[in-house]
Nanobody
Framework: QVQLVESGGGLVQAGGSLRLSCAAS????????MGWYRQAPGKQREWLAF???????TYIDSVKGRFTISRDDAKNTVYLQMNSLKLEDTAVYYC??????????WGQGTQVTVSS
C-alpha cells in the first residue's frame, strides 16, 4: 500500500520561505518520478514540479525560479523548497508519483497559507 506523508506547511508572510517534505513508501519512490501538487480553495489540483529518478526537474511557469524540488533516495523523501512566496501560493500541497496514476491514493497534504 502506498503511503505519502507531507509535512512542513504553515503560515508565512508574502516573500517568505517554507520547505515541504514528503515521505513516500518505497513502492513508488523507487519506480516513478516524484511530483508536488497543490489544490487551492475552489480549484482543481495542479502539478507544480516533478523530479525524475536521475534528478531531472521540471516546473510549471508560475513557480519556476522560486520553488526547487529535490529528493533523497536514501530516505525515500522528496522536498519542495519554496521561496518568494506569494498570496496565490496558498493551497494544500501534496506529493505523489508523477504523473499520478489514475485512482491513486493521496496523503493528507500540508496546508500552506501566505499572508500579506
Amino acid at each position: 500500500q502506498v503511503q505519502l506523508v507531507e509535512s512542513g506547511g504553515g503560515l508565512v508572510q508574502a516573500g517568505g520561505s517554507l520547505r515541504l517534505s514528503c515521505a513516500a513508501s518505497g513502492s513508488i519512490f523507487g519506480i516513478f518520478a516524484m511530483g508536488w501538487y497543490r489544490q487551492a480553495p475552489g480549484k482543481q489540483r495542479e502539478w507544480l514540479a516533478f523530479i525524475t529518478r536521475n534528478g531531472r526537474t521540471t516546473y510549471i511557469d508560475s513557480v519556476k525560479g522560486r520553488f526547487t524540488i529535490s529528493r533523497d533516495d536514501a530516505k525515500n523523501t522528496v522536498y519542495l523548497q519554496m521561496n518568494s512566496l506569494k498570496l496565490e501560493d496558498t493551497a494544500v500541497y501534496y506529493c505523489n508519483a508523477y504523473p499520478a496514476p489514475l485512482g491513486s491514493s493521496w496523503g493528507q497534504g500540508t496546508q500552506v497559507t501566505v499572508s500579506s
